[in-house]
Each structure stands twice: as structure tokens, then as C-alpha cells.
Nanobody
Framework: QVQLVESGGDLVQPGGSLRLSCAAS????????IGWFRQAPGKEREGVSC????????YYSDSVKGRFTISRDNAENSVYLQMNSLKPEDTAVYFC????????????????WGRGTQVTVSS
């Protein structure tokens, strides 16, 4: 069964850090680009970061550039999102997604999606 499972979401104070994990099962992440997205209540889903499968290059939205870092560990079949200097506006459900396609991040469509993990930034 193909599955992506996110974990690591939590309640954190402004300025704090979290590390989200995206674990794949039923398929190998080696040949998939992985994206992280978020959706806050009443807002559209937003692409946050993406990492290529071929060269490992990463893409970040302007809203998180310099604060978030995406990484992948193909041996662990997982991708991570390190989030530092968190702000209240980072509060959202965070999703990971995988796509097997040529080209480079960011992608418009993805093959598989996780169910999300809640990140809340509040004092």
C-alpha cells in the first residue's frame, strides 16, 4: 500500500523550531521529488518547499526562505522539513507529497499525498 505519513507537528512558541518528517511506504522515494505544502484555516493550500530527486536541489517559497530547510534521506525513505524562527503565520496543517516526473521543483501536480500534521505557533 502506497502511503506518505507526516509527523512532528506540535504547538510551539514564536521563535521556536520544529522538524517535520514525511515517511514513505509502499514505494521508494529515490525517484520522486518531494514537496511540502501547508494550509491554514480559510486559506488556500500553499507550496512551502520542494526537493528534486535527481540533483537534490531545493526550492523554497519566499515566506519561508532562510528559515526552513528541506532534506531527504533515501536510505530511510523519508524527507524532512526543519523549521526555525517560527512565526504565528506559519500555523497550518503541513502536508508532504511525492511526484515521479522529469524536471525540477516546483511541480504543479503530485502523485501521492499524506494526510497532514498540525503545526501551531502561539504564545
Amino acid at each position: 500500500q502506497v502511503q506518505l505519513v507526516e509527523s512532528g507537528g506540535d504547538l510551539v512558541q514564536p521563535g521556536g523550531s520544529l522538524r517535520l518528517s514525511c515517511a514513505a511506504s509502499g514505494f521508494k522515494l529515490d525517484y520522486y521529488a518531494i514537496g511540502w505544502f501547508r494550509q491554514a484555516p480559510g486559506k488556500e493550500r500553499e507550496g512551502v518547499s520542494c526537493v528534486n530527486d535527481n540533483d537534490g536541489r531545493a526550492y523554497y517559497s519566499d515566506s519561508v526562505k532562510g528559515r526552513f530547510t528541506i532534506s531527504r534521506d533515501n536510505a530511510e525513505n523519508s524527507v524532512y522539513l526543519q523549521m526555525n524562527s517560527l512565526k504565528p503565520e506559519d500555523t497550518a496543517v503541513y502536508f508532504c507529497a511525492a511526484v515521479n516526473a522529469g524536471g525540477s521543483c516546483p511541480f504543479l501536480t503530485y502523485d501521492y499525498w499524506g494526510r497532514g500534521t498540525q503545526v501551531t505557533v502561539s504564545s
